[in-house]
């Protein structure tokens, strides 16, 4: 008895309990599975050509914590009926995801190069908010696809000014 093997996502490898760094600009060119696809950005250097890796969420995984800079990537359509890619780049802080941009109709080769230097950016925020004393909530999980759907806009008040815990 033969049995076929699972289908794999669109784009990223297979996923694994155990994630690994994926490099994000092996996952240009390919188009995201129906359901979009969520990237945990685990390092992101602002310039071409310089370190871009992430973590592809599994499907039944889709959790951030406080501190994570995460990558959305969802199909489209261009105007003139060529595949697009839609990406918008996320950071949870405080327990809330909080958009920070978005890139619609990219070419599915170019959107890790268009976005890097805004990921960078973020990755660093964020950990400069760390060193200077802000609550990320760190343990705190939020599920990605329910808070994207009611997202508020802003960050948490007080973020930078109440001390850790409270």
Do not use: K, N
């Amino acid at each position: 008895m033969t049995t076929t093997p699972p289908e794999l996502p669109c784009a990223g490898p297979p996923v694994t309990t155990d994630p690994e760094d994926v490099d994000v600009m092996l996952l240009a060119g390919q188009r995201p599975p129906a359901e979009g696809q969520w990237l945990l950005v685990t390092e992101a250097g602002g310039l071409p050509g310089s370190v871009f890796s992430a973590y592809v969420l599994p499907p039944d995984g889709r959790l951030g914590r406080g501190g994570d800079v995460l990558i959305r990537l969802t199909q489209a359509t261009g105007a003139d009926g060529h595949d697009a890619i839609g990406v918008s780049l996320w950071a949870v802080i405080s327990g809330r995801l909080v958009p920070v941009a978005c890139w619609d109709l990219l070419a599915p080769d170019e959107w890790p190069e268009r976005i890097r230097q805004t990921a960078a950016f973020t990755l660093d925020m964020l950990t400069e908010l760390e060193e200077h004393g802000a609550d990320m909530r760190p343990r705190s999980r939020i599920d990605l696809d329910s808070a994207a759907v009611a997202v508020t806009p802003g960050i948490a008040c007080r973020i930078t000014t109440d001390p850790p815990g409270r």
